[in-house]
């Protein structure tokens, strides 16, 4: 065969490549309002960026065997990714695309980049048997061994099962669109068994559960979310995240003087105080359809990158099981990639409930101020207004570990809520005054005066300072400057019992 021909063969194989599973199936997936495979690596990727590895892999029969594997930049930063195209064999898991898969996460930890996974597949391929389950076994340990290394995506843009579903959920962020499903037993399983009507699809994801962090209306708008996600995070666990230009460091917030309501049980909107806080238009919050009495978002700060986690009063600020956990992943996240933890606490205490007990809120709880305790990055506490008793301990105190807290004005500070703790040191009082009920809301009153004021808590060294709420901002940053050359060492071990 001549030198041309042997172009001309090369051409038609990767025409054919191109192609995926054929213009049929390709339509159908379109009809069902997804975007293929090579679709979504275009959006993700820097236009004419991406270079494929093993595309040959697989054969006319099945193009590239179900998976689009490669690296190529976001915004300039070297990423790698794999897709499965559900146009062939169903986007299935077998031998050959576990073995394309697993290089690709070698790679990315040897270079130090991102994967971000497309995930669009029934699950291990059953034709193949062990050879599957080898396959998706090797996916999952690799997976494994990326984690804390590099950034993991997860982003969910079709069915997600069984096997599949445990690789998502291995990643740091699962990001799903409306239509996708994530489930480990499929919902006709289910329904065979126990009756249950299941869909395991995103909103069930991201509200019951907590799998799935963010939902999108299509493929469009999540790969639109994950090129945002990516430009908060450094490409590896050595790297800090990239610097982008912020608003004037100075700035004052004269709304965060009268953001607390005057009314102890009275809410108001914790993410109004971090958006204040923050460089202006840098919010990204994490999980914000999961626990929303907790709020987990990614900002900037003078330009560089920290976490956010606070109480949400306007969801009642308690503690509970579902809130620990969401908090604790993303406090281990934070640390994992060198990002800076500032925690806004308005805190009362704990969900009270048989319920949340059989939930298990204190290992989950426990787990929280592990976490807390463990991270070494830069920690820094604001108390708003409540700081009750070990659920104030375990939201990244002063106790476990805070490198400076502060506290406004309007912070309570104390083992528990004013009114509970009134009922105990003043009980006699209140038994004998002529009128209880006005006694009572005296020595309340009393109570956050003398005990739960935060002058106190500076007074014995457990806040370093109350400051002006509208200061905020500039007071944060220039901690954090100052905290930019922090180092700790934690004792020699291979690693923690963590209560999970």
């Given amino acids: ?14 025409a054919a490549i191109l192609g995926g599973g054929g213009t049929d199936k390709t339509a159908k997936q379109h009809d069902a309002g997804k975007l293929t495979a090579r679709e ?4 993700l990727f820097d236009e004419g960026s991406f270079i494929e590895l093993d595309a040959l892999a697989g054969g006319a029969e099945a193009p590239c065997d179900g998976v689009i594997c490669g690296y190529g930049t976001v915004d300039m930063r070297p990423v790698f990714a794999y897709s499965q195209d559900f146009t062939v064999k169903g986007g299935s898991v077998g031998l050959l695309s576990g073995k394309k898969i697993a290089k690709v996460i070698d790679m990315a930890i040897k270079t130090g980049a991102p ?13 193949e048997g062990s050879d599957a389950l080898q ?7 690799k997976t494994v061994l990326a984690s804390g290394v590099v950034p993991q995506i997860a982003a969910v843009m079709g069915p997600c099962a069984g096997g599949a579903a445990a690789v998502a959920t291995l990643s740091d962020f699962v990001f799903m669109t409306e239509k996708a499903s994530l489930y480990l037993s499929s919902p006709s399983a289910i329904h065979g068994k126990t ?3 299941f869909a395991g699809d995103a909103k069930a994801n991201a509200e019951n559960s907590g799998n799935c962090q963010n939902v999108y209306e299509n493929d469009e708008a999540l790969l639109a979310s994950v090129r945002s996600l990516l430009s908060y995070l450094p490409s590896n666990n050595l790297e800090d995240a990239p610097f982008v230009a912020g608003d004037e ?33 840098s919010f990204f919050e994490i999980a914000a359809d999961y626990a929303k009495n907790m709020v987990t978002a990614l900002a900037r700060l003078d330009g560089a990158t920290v976490g956010f986690v606070a109480n949400q ?16 992943r993303f406090v281990r996240f934070c640390d994992s990639f060198n990002i800076p933890i500032v925690t806004l606490t308005d805190t009362d205490g704990y969900v009270a409930s048989a319920a949340e007990e059989y939930a298990g809120i204190a290992r989950k709880t426990a787990a929280l101020a592990y976490a807390y305790a463990e991270a070494t990055v830069p920690k820094i506490n604001l108390i708003m207004r409540k700081a009750c008793g070990s659920a104030y301990i375990a939201m990244g105190s002063k106790h476990i570990g805070a490198d400076m807290t502060y506290a406004w004005p309007t912070a309570q500070i104390a083992v528990m809520h004013a009114e509970g703790a009134a009922n105990i040191i003043y009980r006699k009082e209140m038994q004998q005054a002529d009128d209880p009920i006005a006694a009572r809301a005296s020595f309340v009153e009393s109570f956050k005066e003398t005990y739960a004021n935060p002058y106190e808590a500076a007074r014995l060294g457990y806040v370093d300072d109350v400051i002006e709420p509208d200061s905020t901002r500039p007071r944060i940053i220039a901690a954090l400057l100052m905290l930019a050359s922090k180092r700790e060492n934690l004792p020699a071990k291979k690693h923690g019992t963590m209560p999970l």
């Fill in 1 to 14: 065969m001549s030198t041309n021909n042997k172009l001309a063969d090369l051409q038609a194989r990767r």
């Fill in 40 to 43: 979504r690596i275009a959006l």
């Fill in 115 to 127: 994967i971000v996974a497309m995930l669009d597949s029934g699950g291990a391929r059953i034709q």
């Fill in 135 to 141: 396959a998706m076994g090797t996916v999952m340990q």
């Fill in 195 to 197: 009756g249950e009507d």
């Fill in 249 to 281: 460091i100075n700035r004052v917030s004269p709304v965060l003087n009268s953001l607390v309501p005057d009314e102890d049980a009275a809410g108001y909107d914790a993410k109004i105080a971090i958006c204040e806080i923050a460089d202006n238009g």
């Fill in 313 to 328: 009063p306007l969801e009642g600020g308690l503690l509970d099981s579902a809130a620990a956990e969401k908090a604790t």
